[in-house]
């Protein structure tokens, strides 16, 4: 539970999440998962299938998951803890040995203001100038 006073009403957040996945100079692809999650409640999204990119090439699964868990407490910030798995597909120019992007996967606990967008993580891929960037905006609804 958030370390300070959090609301004892029932309080209903909203809670954004925007993947930005970019290599090199290439158009950035983005990815927006939205969920209405209860303060103090965990909200867990799954998005996930198997592609076959090409004729001769076994399943490959995506993935997209999202599992938050807002607090927002008495004067207003929200503690906010975060698990994101991001496993896309990619391209046939991934550098990688198997010629997709490497996932990712992080969990990590902000604090955040309502209705205010900000960048919570920077990834970078070991094996090419991929960047994964991750902003979470949390808005209390009334």
Known sequence: QCGGRSVR?????????TITDQTGTGAPE????????????????????????????PPTV???NVDARPFV????PIQ???????????????DNARGR???????????LQSGKPLVVSQAADPL????????????VLK
Do not use: H
Request: aromatic share 2%; glycine share 8%; proline share 6%.
């Open 101 to 111: 992007p490497l996932p990712l996967n992080q969990s990590l606990t902000v604090i």
């Open 73 to 76: 407490s008495v004067d207003g």
């Open 62 to 64: 995506v993935e997209l």
């Open 9 to 17: 009403t029932l309080t209903n957040v909203q809670v954004e999440v």
């Open 30 to 57: 983005k990815k927006t998962v939205t969920m209405v999650v209860s303060s103090g409640s965990w909200g867990k999204i799954r998005s996930a299938g198997n592609v076959r990119p090409g004729p001769d090439t």
């Open 80 to 94: 906010m803890e975060l698990t994101l798995v991001y496993r896309p597909l990619g391209s046939a120019t991934d």
């Open 128 to 139: 090419n100038d991929r960047k994964i960037g991750v902003e979470v905006k949390a808005t």
